[in-house]
């Protein structure tokens, strides 16, 4: 099953706030913009596909959380949103994958590693 979720459009999503303006664009813009797609690559889009698109996304999305686009990751699911942009720590999606609120991610498996 492809995934259909670009990863520059998640390093966007997972280091900037959405809607900020081209004139408010910091200097170092460019270089965060390199690490988040790094960090994406290295990390966290292989987290998502190793273990949790197989139940959030294709044919099969449980909570109504679909993982496969950005679209979809920005909506959420049926429990509501699950990640603030430019806000990791403040996203409930790290909540469950990390154990730290229940649902636990992934259901019936022990918790992901603090740092991919």
Known sequence: MPIRFSTAA???LL??????????VAPD?????????K??????GQMLKQHCVKCHGGEKTRGDFDLTTREALLKGGSEG???V???ANASRLLELVSHA???FMPAK???LPPAM
């Open 109 to 111: 498996a022990e918790k």
């Open 15 to 24: 280091t900037l706030p959405l809607g900020r303006a081209l004139a408010d």
């Open 39 to 44: 960090l994406f690559k290295n990390g966290v």
């Open 85 to 87: 942009p430019g806000n």
């Open 29 to 37: 813009h460019a270089e965060k913009m390199a690490r988040g797609l």
């Open 81 to 83: 949103t699950a990640i």
């Open 10 to 12: 998640c390093a966007v």
């Open 101 to 103: 609120e229940k649902p």
